[in-house]
T-cell receptor, first 111, second 115 residues
Framework: KQEVTQIPAALSVPEGENLVLNCSFTDSAIYNLQWFRQDPGKGLTSLLLIQSSQREQTSGRLNASLDKSSGRSTLYIAASQPGDSATYLCAVEAGANNLFFGTGTRLTVIP | GAGVSQSPSNKVTEKGKDVELRCDPISGHTALYWYRQSLGQGLEFLIY????????KSGLPSDRFSAERTGGSVSTLTIQRTQQEDSAVYLC?????????????FGPGTRLTVL
């Protein structure tokens, strides 16, 4: 069974810093990997989707990379802002048409 | 609507009662998923619908859980004889699966509390 791990579980940074969130998965036979953010009491907002044939995707200040062979993905956030504070989840689709989620990284950006 | 909607947003029920949770997917999305997010745990897959195909029920935790999708659009997740361990946020997602890309869009969830 696919297992997805996110490190660290929580992270606090001062505003303006660049940061990296890590995601690892045990089975490299994936179709795609998706990064989400979840605000307290809210649903998930899709940030980026990387297909298995891709190495990275960018959206604004966000850049996600994928190294399928090593089972790793990173989410890079440039010039962090207090509004970036949320829980960030990565999830992999591994052929069963459903997503396997990590437990998330809770990010706090301190003004 | 523009996104996935779910109702109710909150549901408090007594142990042993049945509950129904509703999901309206994004118009035109053929795939619909239910997930559960329990306190302190990650999201776990419950059930998947794709078009007119038989649903993938492999994630349902017990036979007290069932779901249906009428007319290929709205879905209802039913939990019978609720237990306290059923307390969680139930999230619905929809997607339009394309070759190599299956971006799922989530609703705001229904927070279920079983007393």
């Amino acid at each position: 069974k696919q297992e997805v791990t996110q490190i660290p579980a929580a992270l606090s940074v001062p505003e303006g810093e660049n940061l990296v969130l890590n995601c690892s998965f045990t089975d490299s036979a994936i179709y795609n990997l998706q990064w989400f953010r979840q605000d307290p009491g809210k649903g998930l907002t899709s940030l980026l989707l990387i297909q298995s044939s891709q190495r990275e995707q960018t959206s604004g200040r966000l850049n996600a990379s994928l190294d399928k062979s090593s089972g790793r993905s990173t989410l890079y956030i440039a010039a962090s802002q207090p509004g970036d504070s949320a829980t960030y989840l990565c999830a992999v689709e591994a052929g069963a048409n459903n997503l396997f989620f990590g437990t998330g990284t809770r990010l706090t950006v301190i003004p | 609507g523009a996104g996935v909607s779910q109702s109710p947003s909150n549901k408090v029920t007594e142990k042993g009662k049945d509950v129904e949770l509703r999901c309206d997917p994004i118009s035109g999305h053929t795939a619909l998923y239910w997930y559960r997010q329990s306190l302190g745990q990650g999201l776990e897959f419950l059930i998947y619908f794709q078009g007119n195909s038989a649903p993938d029920k492999s994630g349902l935790p017990s036979d007290r859980f069932s779901a249906e999708r009428t007319g290929g659009s709205v879905s209802t997740l039913t939990i019978q004889r609720t237990q306290q361990e059923d307390s969680a946020v139930y999230l619905c997602a929809s997607s339009l699966p394309l070759t190599g890309a299956n971006e799922q869009f989530f609703g705001p969830g229904t927070r279920l509390t079983v007393l």
